[in-house]
């Protein structure tokens, strides 16, 4: 009778085990992710120190007027923004503006929009806008000087 009370205990108790091995599996790896992330800060401290002691400048670049890396320069072109017609699919807007700065509308929502801005000075701001419905165009607004 015993050795039985042991193996059903034994069977009750691996589900739990095994569960907790994985737990430790992902902590093990969690703190590995830590490890490497704590290295590549020393790193980077240890480079900004020796840039500081060979009186390197270590202070952060200004903040920059030029056009985001994503803006592309895409749907800056009048000549693609006259190509977008309604009826056409997201993908093909994408491919022909570029990427979007902002998204407006759920991704899973049928009604999004797509807008396409960037400051420019201080007090202006270039924008266009795509509307869809079920990822096809419905309304194009080109970009307008604001």
Excluded: C, H
């Excluded at 034994?10 to 490890?35: C, G, H, T």
């Excluded at 240890?46 to 200004?62: F, I, M, V, Y």
């Excluded at 009604?111 to 701001?125: N, V, W």
């Amino acid at each position: 009778m015993r050795p039985l009370a042991v193996l059903l205990l034994a069977a009750w108790l691996s589900p739990a085990i095994a569960a907790d091995d994985f737990k430790v599996m992902k902590l093990e790896q969690d703190v590995r992710n830590l490890e490497r992330q704590v290295q590549e800060l020393q790193r980077q401290v240890l480079d900004l120190q020796q840039r500081n002691r060979a009186g390197l400048d270590t202070r952060p670049p200004a903040p920059s007027t030029a056009p985001p890396a994503n803006a592309g320069g895409q749907w800056l072109d009048a000549a693609n923004w006259k190509r977008i017609r309604p009826g056409m699919a997201e993908l093909e807007v994408i491919s022909l503006l570029g990427p979007p700065t902002s998204l407006r509308g759920a991704a899973d929502s049928p009604s999004r929009t797509l807008m396409y801005a960037m400051e420019i000075g201080s007090s202006g701001f270039l924008s266009g806008s795509v509307q869809l419905r079920d990822r096809v165009v419905v309304e194009v607004s080109p970009p307008v000087l604001r």
